[in-house]
């Protein structure tokens, strides 16, 4: 069984060397779609005989597709990673076993969240995403952020080990990035929701709601016993990342009235 890497890049020379090592005994293929990085991005993707396509960006969910769309029939399976993830030694193992069998059409995997060397364990693992599956039985969302794979059966497994998040840039990097982010997200807040989790985060106060996660994290979850950088890390995704949100979403309807 032919299986093909497909990723989505914008200046990721920190991460994509790392993340193309880590998988190249493992697939036949790497496919890229990259949003004009202005860095040595696709000088590595060449050093690795990436298929390397260039698009303008315009939201998430449209990168990842397009990617899919470029990869040939003659490839039975696609791992979908970021630059920044990688593979676990076992997962690895674990992929080529189930490739070879006819169970699933896709399977859902965990994601071992690490930031400032620190595993973001409680309250925030595991988290179950699906990033393989059939040529043909893949497709992304309509969301433009926090977009997710989706399996065109129901013939949906899981795999027993995790891969790897974990971004290198600076903190000046990330603010940057989830400024982007919020932009998006404060968009999809006028939209209709089908996810339950969704519809119960919208119906929560604006404002408020980023301390009431943040308590929730920290508190009765217990994530302060993970330490110091995992404090950090849900202050900055639960409060600073989401009052980002919430600030653009109160402009957005003082704007609408």
């Known amino acids: ?144 952020i926090n977009e997710h794979l989706i399996c065109k059966s129901k013939k949906v497994g899981k795999l027993k080990n995790d891969f790897y998040d974990q971004n290198l840039n600076t903190r000046e990097y990330w603010i940057k990035k989830h400024d982007q982010y919020s932009e998006f997200e404060s968009e999809r807040y006028f939209k209709k929701e089908t996810s339950i989790k969704r519809i119960i985060w919208n119906f929560l106060p604006l404002i408020l709601r980023p301390l009431i996660l943040f308590f929730f994290r920290i508190i009765i979850k217990m994530s302060f016993l993970d330490g110091i950088s995992a404090i950090k890390y849900h202050f900055l995704h639960d409060v600073y990342y989401r009052l980002l949100i919430d600030v653009k979403i109160v402009k957005k309807i003082i704007m609408y009235k």
């Open 1 to 144: 069984m032919k299986l093909v890497l497909a990723v989505i890049t914008k200046n990721e020379e920190i991460h994509l060397e790392r993340l193309l090592k880590n998988v190249k005994k493992i697939v036949s293929a790497i496919y890229i779609v990259d949003s004009y990085s202005t860095d040595n991005t696709a000088k590595i993707a060449k050093k690795y005989n990436s298929k390397f396509f260039r698009r303008k960006f315009d939201n998430f969910s449209n990168q990842r597709n397009y990617c899919i769309s470029k990869i040939p029939k003659k490839f039975d399976w696609i791992l979908f990673l970021d630059a920044d993830e990688y593979l676990s030694t076992n997962l690895k193992k674990e992929i080529v076993d189930v490739i070879n069998s006819n169970k699933f059409d896709a399977y859902k995997m965990k994601r071992r969240f690490i930031f400032e060397k620190t595993w973001i364990k409680r309250g925030y693992y595991p988290k179950w995403f699906i990033r393989i599956g059939r040529n043909g039985f893949l497709k992304c969302d309509k969301n433009k």
